[in-house]
């Protein structure tokens, strides 16, 4: 809106077309426009004339959420408001199942009597770090890197238009489908469900990559509402987007029409798919949807490829599987392909390894300390105090900002801060620690999708100048584990 004229110098009277009600705070009268034969804005309308006596009130609902010519509401009109208010809360659809993935509370957490890192004393914290190196032994810190592209985005890497940060999250996002395709994930008849999905861009190049593939649908699972969506612009006829706002830890995939009568196999993909939002998603997949299809004990894809195929027509599909992708048995959950991000932010009551972690003598008290120095491997240490301090409160400002922000390498910053961290480790040693940190907590995934019958794998996907946040997690259903995944 233009800014509105000044009230003519040495006049009593407001502008001509604006609200006449005089702000004695101001001293002036409100530059508000009025409709046509009235005299007062909404605003001021009940305020102003004598005799109107509606008394006007802050929505319930939300007192930020009106447009800010009409801030207030008639008391009178509070029950008409209430029924179309953006802020009431709508029925909830089929598929949302009240905390269906958030794992069982653990009845020995005692979360409240918890203290900040920086709290510790020495001793503490040399016992931690020695729970954690045992607890360690064994395991590959050293990933394999699995750094891959695909033509699908060649355009795009090439593109001379593109900046530092679109380039970085281009190779991430032509890496993952590589892998996609690798794991021969790639393929007709299937359903992505991409979790996390921000703006849907990984599932975006995914169906390029796809080209004319018959029956590929596309959920996009993103808990708030998101700006600049490129789901809406598909127009293929081959491929269905659909879009969620939920949260997964509520996500009920058998409830969802589209899975419930196509039964399609499902392929989990996410881009950086912070810290908690894994283990609500891996549940989401392995538990909640692929166990209960399994106990209803669906029929194989290849009965319901098409009415009018003949059965030779069916044998010889699903002999050519391997070429064309198409799978010879139906399985609920395809594979899963997730680079991992933000393990600070995990959570002991959806993690997904609990088991792992009582097994190796672990509870509550060492993953919720593990879990806050996983950021060491990531927060910048070497930066200035001024500029963690800067970094961690754009982070907290944005909560729910999208994955695809997460670009510098620096975003595990936390509220321990660099400034308050031990000083008689050096920079390299709590590097080691946060990166050993993230290995375990990641190794108590590995082990719970192996105990669901999956063989799981841990890679690097990209460089760590693209991002540090760089290991990919993917999994596939063990009796259809092809070599690459060893």
Known sequence: ??????????????????????????????????AAGKRFCGEHAGAAEEENARKRILCPLDPKHFFFIFSTVYEDQLAKHLKKCNSREKPKPDFFIQDINAGLKDETEISEQLVPISSLSEEQLENLIKKLRKASEGLNSTLKDQIMSHPALHDALHDPKNGDS????????????????????????RCFVEFGAGKGKLSHWVDIALKDAEEVHFILVEKVTTRFKVDGKHRKKNSVFERLQIDIQHLCLNKIPLLSKEKLPVVGIGKHLCGVATDLALRCLVETYAASCEERNEE??????????????????????????????????AGIVIALCCHHRCDWRHYVGKEYFRALGLGA???????????WATCGMRKTALEASDISTKRKDKPNDDSEEHDDGRHGATDDGAESLPG????????????????????????YLQQKGFSPALQYYTDPLVSLENVLLTALPSRSTPETTA
């Open 1 to 34: 809106m233009a800014a509105s004229a000044p009230t003519p110098h040495g006049t009593g009277f407001p502008i001509e077309g604006r609200c006449g009600y005089y702000v004695e705070k101001k001293k002036r009268f409100c530059r508000m426009v009025v």
């Open 166 to 189: 679109a380039t970085k999250h281009l190779k991430q996002q032509a890496s993952i489908l590589g892998n996609i395709e690798k794991l021969k994930l790639l393929g007709p008849r």
């Open 300 to 333: 194989p894809l290849a009965k319901r490829i098409k009415n009018d195929k003949t059965e030779k027509e069916i044998n010889t599909l699903a002999k050519e599987g391997n070429e064309k992708n198409v799978p010879e048995k139906w399985t609920p959950v």
């Open 365 to 375: 008290v060492e993953f919720h300390y593990f879990q806050r120095m996983s950021s």
């Open 424 to 447: 008689f480790l050096t920079v390299e040693e709590k590097k080691k620690i946060g990166h050993l940190c993230k290995l375990l907590i990641d190794q108590g995934r590995i082990k």
